[in-house]
C-alpha cells in the first residue's frame, strides 16, 4: 500500500510508467508484425521450394515406355532423397478412367498446390503430382516436407524477437526516470522560484514551457489576489482606526471636559446627550462594517420574495424626502420591474444610491431613481445631474471608507461606506454594481438577477418602513 500511494504522488514515476506502456505496447505490436512476417514468408519460402522440386522431377520429356518412365522418376526421387534427407517421397500406379486420365494430363502443366498432412504424428507441406501413363494407368507422386524445421526456425526467431523487446522496455524504463527528472527540472526551478517570492514576487514567464504557462499564470494571479486582499485588509484597518479615533477622541474629551469641575445636572444630561450621539454613530460604524464583513466571507442574501421593485422605489423616495427638501431637489422613478430579492437589503441600496445622489446633485434637474427589466436581471440605477466623475474617482466610487472630498472634514455626518454596502448587497444577491459619466450628470446603480429563488413565491407590497 506504501509503494502504491507513493506511486500516486511521484508525477515522475507515473509519467515514466506511461512512457513504458508505451513503448511496451509498440514493442508488441511491431514484435508481432515482424513474426507474422517472418512466418509468412518462411512458409512461402519452404511452399516455392518444394513446388521447384515437383517442377525439376516431371522437367523434360519422360521416355514414353512405361518401365523406363518408372525408372527414370525412382532415380530423380533418389537424387533429390540425396539432396534433401528430409524430404519424404512415395510413387504409385494406379488404373483410372479416362476423365481422370485426360484430367490429370491436362494439369501436368502448372504447379500443384501445396496442402498439410499429418503423418506419424508430424505435420508436412505436401505436393501431389500425377502423372499420365500407358493405357488407363497413372502414375501418383508425392512429396511431403517436414513443417518441424521452419517451426524450429520461428521459435528461435519468436525468442530473439521477445528478448529484444524486453530489453527494450527494461532501457526505456532506466531511461524514462532520468529523462523524467532532466524534463522537470523547470519544473523544480519554478519551485524554488515560488518559495522565494515575497510580497510583489512573481514568477518570470520568460522561457517558459508551454505546459506550464497555465500553471504559472494561475500562480501569480493568485499572488495577486493575496497582495490585493492584504492591501484592502491594510487600508481596511488603517481606515477603521482613523475612523474610530475621531469620535473616540471627541467621547474621551466631552467626559474628561465634564468632569474637569462641579456641573449641574442638566449640563450633564447635555454631555451625556453628546456621548450618546457619538455613540450612536459608532455603533452604526460598526454595525456596516459588521455588514461588510459577512459579504466578504460570502455570505448570501436570505429570506428572497419576489418584490415590486417600483413599489420599493416609491417608499425610498418617501423616506429621503427630509433629505430632498433639504437640498431642495425633487426625485421621480423611472420604470419598474419585479425580482426575487431581500426587500430590506434592496431598500437599503436604495437609500444609499439615493442619499449620495442627493448630496452630490447639482442644478436644478430631479433626481431620477431608474428600473430597468432585462433579459434574465433587473438594473437599478440613480442619475442625478453635474459635473461629471474624474475617472481617478469613478475607479475607487465603491470602495470603502472612500470620499470624493480627500478631507475628513465630514466625518461626522458620514463613513463613506454607502456605496461600498451597495456593493455588498449587489453580491449578496449574485448581481454587480455599475457606474456610467454623462455629460450632463452621472448613473450609479447595481445589477441583480430577475430569479434566484423559486417562482412559487408571493408578490408583497413594500412597506414605507426606514432601511436598517
Known amino acids: 500500500m506504501t509503494g502504491l500511494n507513493w506511486w500516486r504522488r511521484s508525477l515522475h514515476l507515473r509519467w515514466a510508467s506511461v512512457q513504458v506502456m508505451a513503448v511496451a505496447v509498440v514493442l508488441a505490436v511491431v514484435g508481432t508484425a515482424l513474426f507474422k512476417t517472418l512466418q509468412a514468408h518462411l512458409v512461402e519460402s519452404d511452399h516455392q521450394l518444394l513446388q521447384r522440386q515437383a517442377r525439376w522431377l516431371l522437367m523434360g520429356d519422360l521416355p514414353v515406355d512405361q518401365g523406363e518412365r518408372l525408372k527414370n522418376l525412382r532415380y530423380r526421387l533418389d537424387m533429390l532423397n540425396d539432396l534433401h534427407p528430409d524430404l519424404r517421397t512415395s510413387m504409385r500406379t494406379e488404373a483410372v478412367s479416362d476423365t481422370a486420365k485426360e484430367l490429370a494430363a491436362a494439369g501436368h502443366g502448372g504447379d500443384s498446390p501445396v496442402w498439410t498432412v499429418m503423418l506419424d504424428g508430424q505435420e508436412f507441406d505436401t505436393v501431389d503430382l500425377e502423372i499420365p501413363a500407358d493405357g488407363l ?9 517436414p513443417v518441424a524445421p521452419r517451426q524450429a526456425e520461428l521459435r528461435y526467431f519468436g525468442w530473439i524477437i521477445l528478448v529484444a523487446g524486453c530489453a527494450g522496455i527494461v532501457i526505456a524504463a532506466a531511461l524514462s526516470v532520468p529523462g523524467m527528472r532532466w524534463s522537470g527540472r523547470r519544473l523544480r526551478q519554478l519551485s524554488r522560484e515560488a518559495h522565494a517570492a515575497n510580497q510583489g514576487g512573481r514568477l518570470s514567464m520568460t522561457s517558459v514551457d508551454a505546459e506550464l504557462v497555465e500553471l504559472v499564470q494561475a500562480f501569480n494571479s493568485t499572488l495577486d489576489q493575496r497582495e490585493a486582499v492584504f492591501r484592502q485588509s491594510e487600508a481596511f484597518s488603517a481606515d477603521v482606526a482613523h475612523e474610530l479615533r475621531s469620535p473616540l477622541a471627541t467621547l474621551i474629551g466631552g467626559t474628561q471636559l465634564a468632569l474637569s469641575r462641579q456641573r449641574s445636572s442638566e449640563e450633564l444630561r447635555d454631555a451625556l446627550a453628546s456621548n450618546l450621539e457619538e455613540l450612536e454613530r459608532l455603533k452604526k460604524l460598526v454595525n456596516d462594517m459588521l455588514f461588510l464583513a459577512r459579504a466578504d466571507r460570502g455570505e448570501s442574501a436570505e429570506s428572497l420574495e419576489r418584490a415590486d421593485l417600483g413599489a420599493l422605489a416609491d417608499a425610498m423616495i418617501h423616506y429621503c424626502s427630509a433629505l430632498l427638501d ?16 431581500n426587500e430590506a437589503l ?34 437599478i ?45 449587489a453580491r449578496m444577491h449574485g448581481g454587480n454594481v455599475f457606474m456610467q459619466v454623462h455629460k450632463d450628470g452621472n448613473s450609479i446603480g447595481f445589477e441583480i438577477p430577475s430569479a434566484l429563488a423559486s417562482a412559487q413565491v408571493r408578490v408583497r407590497d413594500a412597506v414605507q418602513e426606514a432601511p436598517r
Not at 426625485?331 to 430579492?341: K, L, S
Open 381 to 425: 440605477w440613480v442619475f442625478n445631474a453635474g459635473l461629471p466623475i474624474p475617472e481617478e474617482v469613478a475607479e475607487r466610487i465603491f470602495d470603502r471608507f472612500f470620499r470624493a472630498n480627500a478631507s475628513r472634514s465630514d466625518h461626522t455626518s458620514r463613513h463613506g461606506l454607502g456605496l461600498a454596502i451597495v456593493h455588498a448587497i
Open 326 to 341: 433639504e437640498a431642495d431637489l425633487t426625485a421621480v422613478r423611472v420604470g419598474t420591474a419585479t425580482a426575487i430579492c
Open 346 to 379: 434592496i431598500r437599503r441600496a436604495m437609500a444609499n444610491l439615493l442619499s449620495n445622489a442627493i448630496r452630490h446633485a447639482q442644478g436644478e434637474r430631479s433626481v431620477e431613481l431608474h428600473i430597468q427589466a432585462l433579459p434574465g436581471r433587473v438594473r
Open 137 to 145: 494407368f497413372v502414375t501418383q507422386v508425392r512429396l511431403m516436407a
